[in-house]
């Protein structure tokens, strides 16, 4: 167990900062500042819940943030904001961090799907107890990875970290890439640990046909389903889960995202597979979709979720903007969710908004809704 050095103030404090880069310049210093950023209202209506506006942030819990901080700066991810030391005890009932001291950064992620960021807050805590999770592998439960589009080409990516002496490849069983020319996707990990996946869009082959359009939800069919977006920045976030079809009930049902339905099992006498089912949920305030796998891995089924704590190193959390808090969170606590906040929904500077774990793997979400 770690003594906490942990991540910055809580969700809420900084969230925030979620959608709106303009709002981003502003000194976040608080989850509320941060957030009130992605306060427009969402031009389209929604295809799921009416009461869920989508992903609206993501948010990671670190080990020392000035070395997380500074690999997002070598990927090319500016600091929105950042604050100092500080009991926030509005943060610490949000996460049920009683007593802690936090500071956090903003990253000012670019999206790959719109022209408003994606924040990353980034926090890191001391005074108080934490696991760190930082050794888990890629499909372990309470692991997942982030997935960053990049133009052309991982290699120019990898260089830069390996310049700063920050690139980490794990070992994953994917093929090496190419010796020579562009790389189409890698892993690789932050100083905590979290899985990064750099996946490229790929420029034509010269003389190529131009490809056809794509639509960017899952109801999509194969053949003309976008994955990548369409520029480079944030695309989605992997959740490792124990019960697919438990999860999709969440995220799906509870949640309103569009998922496809589950697979048929294996036929009797072949071997297990992955689930992996590829949902969208709009970036709120926008009416453009990124993603949020669930991935479940066959060594995982009938397994208990992982011990972790909100602050702990290496936990993540997605945020989603909410019209409604009180009906979502209702309906989130009757479907299983457990309640990580102080005495459920918390005030917050800019808003409402409460730390729930999912009922099957435990994946922390937030729920905020912006002050009127």
């Not at 009757?334 to 729930?356: E, F, M, N, P, Y």
Request: glycine share 10%.
């Amino acid at each position: 167990m770690k003594k906490s050095k942990a991540v910055g103030s809580l969700l809420s404090s900084n969230l925030g900062v979620i959608i709106a880069a303009c709002a981003l310049t502003v000194a976040m210093a608080s989850m509320g500042l941060a957030r009130s950023a992605a306060r427009g209202p969402k031009a389209g209506a929604d295809k799921g819940r009416a009461d869920v506006l989508g992903m609206a942030f993501d948010g990671h819990q670190v080990a020392n943030l000035d070395a997380t901080v500074k690999f997002y700066e070598t990927l090319g991810y500016p600091v929105a904001s950042r604050t100092d030391w500080k009991v926030d005890k509005e943060a610490n009932r949000l996460g049920g961090t009683k007593g802690a001291e936090s500071r956090t950064a903003i990253i000012n992620m670019p999206s790959s799907v719109s022209d408003k960021p994606f924040p990353l807050i980034l926090r890191e805590y001391r005074g108080i107890e934490r696991k760190d999770w930082s050794k888990l592998t890629s499909s372990a439960l309470g692991a997942g990875h982030m997935d960053v589009t990049v133009m052309d080409d991982c290699n120019p990516v990898m260089d830069k970290l390996k310049a700063a002496g920050l690139l980490v490849v794990p070992q994953m069983g994917f093929p090496a890439g190419p010796a020579n020319g562009p790389r189409r996707f890698v892993f690789v990990q932050d100083p905590d640990g979290w899985f990064i996946e750099l996946f490229a869009k790929m420029k034509p082959a010269p003389g190529a046909p131009p490809e056809g359009p794509k639509v960017s939800n899952s109801t999509a069919t194969a053949a003309n389903i976008e994955r990548l977006g369409k520029q480079a920045g944030f695309n989605h976030i992997g959740l490792n889960v124990i019960d697919p079809a438990k999860a999709l009930a969440f995220y799906q049902v509870t949640l309103g995202g569009d998922y496809p339905p589950l697979p048929p099992p294996p036929a009797d006498g072949t071997r297990p597979r992955m689930t992996m089912l590829n949902g969208w949920f709009p970036q709120a305030t926008t009416d453009e979709n990124v993603r949020l796998e669930l991935l479940g891995s066959p060594q995982n089924e009938g397994k208990q979720p992982p011990d972790q704590h909100f602050a702990d190193i290496n936990v993540n959390y997605v945020g989603f903007q909410v019209t409604d808090i009180d009906a979502v969170y209702a309906r989130a606590k009757a479907a299983g969710a457990i309640t990580v906040s102080d005495g459920g929904i918390v005030k917050v500077k800019d808003g409402r908004a409460v730390i729930l774990r999912d009922p099957d793997v435990g994946g922390f979400v937030e729920l905020w809704e912006p002050a009127k």
